[in-house]
């Protein structure tokens, strides 16, 4: 039990933690039913008398450095089993040894989890994410800080582990925080700790700096940040050296910075909201992340990532017509919006072929207006080019002249598609598509 424990804070598993595998070894080396080691949050502490014991169970103190900190060791058995005095010495062992286990627990930095199902790679083959993905790997090389641009949903945080997971810094933590999340008036504390006993009834701990030493400290939403933050920032970026709340020095800290916004940092400069002596700090080494309906052409191949990480719920696919639909829609909150779309496809499609009539009513839209009838009708191909150049026709003012210079046929040829079906009456205005009047034809030369 001892050297697994060893061996866990040497070596932090990456899908369980120091606590867990020490109460499955006692678990194991006292054949309990269950075993839990657990701090006594403050406001229920009161004075333990231990052990205690239930017949199904035995409490057991343990004793932690910090005499504010309660915890104790519950173990629990089958009814009718009487523990011996080998028991007790062994469960008062594994109590002592638990309390470094707590111990080490509160003082190490710990990597926040990834989300069962995070996409583990940057997903997609169009050209702009050939050049995003090359950005990445040259940038993750040095420990220059990092500024990522890209609008809400494109996958910053993805490119900033991608960074971490590629460079020198891969076994240290990655820590990530969220600065639109946090009070400012909470702000120094949380990113560069605070002393013990500062105030009354505060705790001393380190802040997300700390934390992050010898890994990657991943600001989001840095442009959030009020401008009186944003100075306490510049001085720790700039020194590489934090100054917890209520302490007389500084610590050195040994940590990439990599940093995230949603608006454009140039512009809120422009407009004061920014200090400029922080932006010329993080600027310089930038990458954009492409929004969603730059890159369309990664649609399929995103969605049918999500479609896989759900496989083991059911095993679906999409339509070609589904297909389209999802390559003609704007996306306004990029990919994770489509991860979103997909997870409701997949909780609320009725077969394992993903249609059309599947998808929400803004998804389908235009698509779902147009093209849907045409195929539910089995239209011809004559009657589809005819719908489309009085489409054209529409759009460049009814001047026969302007649609078939734009759609590159003779005048006759023209003709003969608008007479194809025609019953003789204008088309009504709301019957053709706003993209299709959106903008008026270039006037014929």
Not at 230 to 255: N, P, S
């Amino acid at each position: 039990m001892v050297a697994a424990v060893s061996a866990a804070l040497a070596h932090p598993p990456a899908d369980d933690n120091v606590a867990a595998i020490f109460e499955r070894h006692v678990q194991q080396l006292l054949s309990m039913r269950a075993v839990r080691l657990r701090e006594i949050p403050s406001r229920y502490q009161a004075r333990l008398v231990t052990p205690t014991r239930t017949p199904e169970s035995i409490v057991v103190g343990v004793p932690m450095a910090d005499p504010t900190v309660q915890a104790v060791l519950e173990a629990k058995f089958d009814r009718g089993r009487r523990l011996d005095e080998r028991d007790f010495e062994l469960l008062t062992a594994a109590a002592q040894l638990g309390g470094l286990v707590l111990q080490a627990a509160r003082t190490r930095p710990v990597a926040p989890s990834r989300p069962a199902g995070a996409i583990s790679e940057l997903i997609g083959s169009s050209p702009v994410m050939a050049g995003l993905k090359e950005r990445v790997e040259r940038v993750a090389t040095t420990d220059f800080t990092v500024l990522i641009e890209g609008e809400s949903g494109t996958g910053k945080e993805l490119v900033a582990r991608q960074i971490h997971e590629m460079g020198r810094r891969r076994k240290g933590p990655f820590v990530a925080v969220n600065c639109a999340a946090v009070v400012e008036t909470l702000l120094e504390a949380e990113l560069f700790g605070i002393e013990e006993r500062t105030t009354t009834g505060v705790r001393g701990r380190r802040g997300k700096f700390e934390h992050a030493d010898g890994g990657t400290l991943f600001l989001d939403e840095v442009s959030d940040l009020a401008l009186s933050a944003q100075a306490k920032l510049l001085r720790a970026i700039q020194d590489l050296a934090i100054e917890r709340v209520g302490a007389t020095g500084a610590r050195r800290v040994d940590t990439r910075i990599v940093v995230a916004t949603n608006r454009p940092l140039s512009t809120l400069v422009a407009r004061g909201l920014f200090r400029p002596d922080l932006y010329y700090r993080l600027s310089g080494v930038d990458i954009q992340v492409p929004p969603l309906r730059e890159r369309r052409e990664d649609i399929p191949e995103l969605a049918a990532h999500f479609l896989a990480r759900h496989r083991s719920a059911r095993d679906l696919s999409l339509s070609d017509a589904a297909v389209d639909a999802l390559r003609l829609h704007e996306w306004p909150g990029n990919v994770r919006e489509l991860e979103r779309l997909i997870e409701r496809v997949v909780a609320l499609a009725r077969t394992n072929r993903i249609d059309l009539d599947d998808l929400p009513p803004q998804v389908r839209g235009q698509y779902g207006e147009v093209l849907a009838p045409a195929l539910a009708a089995n239209d011809s191909m004559r009657a589809w080019a005819s719908r489309y150049a009085r489409l054209v026709f529409e759009r460049c003012g009814r001047n026969k002249r302007q649609a078939s210079r734009l759609l590159d046929i003779s005048y006759h040829t023209l003709d003969a598609y608008l007479r194809y079906g025609n019953t003789g009456s204008r088309p009504a205005g709301k019957r053709v598509p706003a993209w299709a009047r959106a903008e008026p034809c270039e006037p014929a030369v």
